[in-house]
């Protein structure tokens, strides 16, 4: 028998935030994803970040496009406002609804086909005006609705289910985001969920495009030997530029190194684990630096994790616009429509 709807009853013991909400009450629907689906994971972090950071639900607005992680933003925070747009477009209809309103939090949920792909020059214009959102990108290589074909974000080189080899370059959103101005930049792993969580957080309390990419294998396509975005191949070649710890049911696992090392960590399954830690010299704040490290890993084989670039003081697009604090759908006709005088004034100051 298949349940469609978690049940209403609830323990009356369960943990609430400062608000008073549970987790439930930032949970959403059954989700109908593969059973291990990396996408799945990302749901999990989301609906915990914003659980920890007391953030009431109808005070987020999430939209997608169209796709497998397009389809997630329905198994979390259910009691917040939502929005799934076409193939491509979620950028600009969060744009259009953030200028109308800045007092809500705006989530973009997205993939790597739905962003790198038909919907490219959206993400660029989305990070170029510093939109003032979190940008989810759920990575796994490849279309996962029309089989398994590779997608932008494919490394060269790697191999599909089927054994067919990809012979075009990648396109890293992190770099192209660094490129276009995003004020935060980061990526995690669907697998690491004690590091993603605080990522999504830090994103959700900066005050710009905040840009989140996140390694999502997808178990029915691009989950195989041959492939750079399994779970075993981001697992042995991840450079965690902050923090890495890898949860095991079994004994735990720990190890010590000093700033500037890189340590490889033998796993409970024979795999192996590459962490780096950032030098002491390294400027978080200096967005070259960030360019150049994530390409200098990138031919070393290694997946870069973590918070890669931040500007604490960068600008959003109302910033730069100059909107008013209220939302639109609040203004009324003595603020639409100034009169003829002011309207003299704004033809006066274009000529």
Do not use: W
Not at 56 to 83: E, Q, R
Not at 210 to 222: E, K
Not at 329 to 350: F, H, M, Q, Y
């Amino acid at each position: 028998m298949t349940y469609l709807a978690k049940p209403k009853i609830r323990h009356p013991a369960l943990p609430r935030n400062a608000l008073g909400y549970t987790h439930r009450d930032y949970e959403g629907a059954i989700s109908t994803l593969c059973a291990g689906c990396g996408h799945d994971s990302i749901s999990s972090a989301i609906i915990q970040a914003f659980y920890e950071l007391d953030v009431p639900p109808h005070k987020v607005a999430k939209l997608s496009g169209i796709g497998c992680s397009s389809k997630t933003p329905t198994y979390f925070l259910g009691n917040s406002h939502g929005f799934n747009s076409v193939h491509g477009r979620m950028p600009s209809v969060l744009t259009g609804a953030a200028l109308a309103n800045k007092d809500l939090i705006y989530l973009g949920v997205s993939g790597d086909g739905d962003s790198a792909s038909i919907g490219l020059g959206q993400f660029a214009h989305v990070m170029r005006r510093g939109v003032n959102m979190v940008y989810i990108v759920e990575n796994n290589g490849v279309y996962g609705l029309t089989k398994g074909q590779f997608s932008a974000t494919a490394d060269k080189g790697s191999k599909s289910k089927r054994g067919a080899v990809n012979s075009d370059g990648a396109i890293d959103l992190c770099v192209l985001a660094l490129t276009l101005g995003a004020t935060f930049v980061a990526r995690g792993f669907s697998g690491d969920k004690e590091q993603l969580v605080p990522l999504i957080k830090a994103a959700v309390a900066h005050h710009g495009a905040a840009f989140i990419d996140v390694v999502s294998p997808c178990v029915a396509f691009n989950n195989h030997p041959g492939s750079t975005k399994s779970y075993d191949y981001v697992r042995e070649h991840n450079a965690s530029v902050n923090f890495l710890d890898f949860i095991s049911p079994r004994d735990e696992i720990t190890t010590s190194y000093a700033p500037g090392e890189r340590r490889s960590v033998v796993l409970h399954d024979g795999g192996v684990i590459h962490l780096r830690k950032v030098g002491d010299n390294f400027d978080p704040t200096d967005r070259g630096a960030a360019m150049g490290y994530l390409e200098a890993r990138r031919e070393a084989g290694e997946v870069v994790t973590g918070l890669l670039y931040l500007h604490a003081d960068g600008e959003d697009m109302h910033d730069a616009l100059d909107t008013v604090d209220a939302p639109l759908n609040t203004l009324g006709d003595a603020d639409l429509v100034p009169g003829s005088k002011a309207l003299d004034e704004l033809n006066r100051s274009l000529r």
